[in-house]
Nanobody, 119 residues
Framework: VQLQASGGGLVQTGGSLRLSCAAS????????MGWYRQTPGKVRELLVA?????????YEASFVKGRFTFSRDNAKNTMYLQMNNLTPEDTAVYYC????????????WGQGTLVTVSS
């Protein structure tokens, strides 16, 4: 399984970005997926996660509620993270991840895409 993340960039406070994560390879056994982010010196933190078979309860970090939205296009094997009302505290490298049965998802990782929010 290979994941290709894209969509990061520089945005002003209050702006929006949509991250994409395109998956390829053998995906038939992939059942969990989500987005994380990491800033220097901090632990990678889970933002949103879901399971395609309902095995696990969807997760959404409290600090992204109402601002970040997870979606996916199964026909394109792509998942998205729509991020609105961004603040400088959202500056980080964002990673997508998927899993076979792991929770939170983390068997396969994208390469990360940098999001920088200017004040």
């Amino acid at each position: 399984v290979q994941l290709q993340a894209s969509g990061g960039g520089l945005v002003q406070t209050g702006g929006s970005l949509r991250l994409s994560c395109a998956a390829s390879g053998s995906l038939v056994n992939i059942h969990t997926m989500g987005w994380y982010r990491q800033t220097p010196g901090k632990v990678r933190e889970l933002l949103v996660a879901t399971s395609s078979d309902g095995r696990f309860r969807d997760y959404e970090a409290s600090f992204v509620k109402g601002r970040f939205t997870f979606s996916r296009d199964n026909a394109k094997n792509t998942m998205y993270l729509q991020m609105n009302n961004l603040t400088p505290e959202d500056t980080a490298v964002y990673y997508c991840a998927v899993g076979l049965r792991s929770w939170p998802p983390g068997d396969y990782w994208g390469q990360g895409t940098l999001v920088t929010v200017s004040s």
